[in-house]
């Protein structure tokens, strides 16, 4: 996928959250619509070496919410302006951010954590390794990342009943993520099913 077409999807991706934001974040606003992910934010956030964490993709704010309430202080990141918004009303961030994940406005090293729940799912497949080097980049030494994924082969365009337009979804094999993570510099990368159909995490390190 040429720069164009990368561009375009990034740009779809946050009109149709923007558009459908009311929607969705009825759908997915508590955990208790996702079994087993309070476990993984719990596994998260014993593993972190400190207390800043950056929630790539925070969409509703629900697992900023609940980071925070662990003792987190947290920046949420996200495409969409009305999610942020959305999670801003709904808990203490320390700060939110509209951002592309692909080129990250932070410096190097300012995050003890990095969790980025279906969030890498919605970039081109090519432009995962580019993801993850920029997580790497603004993680400190010792700083966890938890990436959440499904499994599969096929990337494209997926309709949605609850959203305006069809998202772009990027389904990878574990093995080929824990590999572009090892790429990207990062340690210790493990993988984690969900309790959830064929989502799953991958737990790493940078050292």
Known sequence: MND?????????????????????????????????????????????????????????????????????????????EVMLRTTRDRCAVAGVLQLDLLAMPFADGVFDGVWACASVLHVP????????????????????????????????WVEDPRMSSPRWFSPRRPEAVVGELGVAGFTSARVFPSGRGTWFVVEAKKT
Not at 29 to 42: A, I, N, Q, V
Not at 127 to 145: C, N, P
């Open 4 to 80: 164009e077409s990368l561009r375009a999807v990034v740009s779809s991706t946050r009109r149709t959250y923007d558009e459908s934001a009311e929607a969705y974040v009825r759908t997915t606003d508590t955990l208790d619509k996702f079994p087993g992910l309070d476990r993984e934010l719990d596994r998260f956030f014993a593993a972190l070496p400190g207390d800043s964490v950056l929630d790539l993709g925070c969409g509703s704010g629900r697992d900023s919410d609940y980071l925070i309430r662990r003792g987190a202080t947290v920046v949420a990141g996200d495409l969409s």
């Open 125 to 156: 497949r090519t432009a995962h390794l580019a993801a993850f080097v920029e997580i790497h980049r603004v993680l400190a030494k010792g700083g966890v990342a938890a990436i959440s994924l499904k499994e599969g082969g096929e990337e494209g």
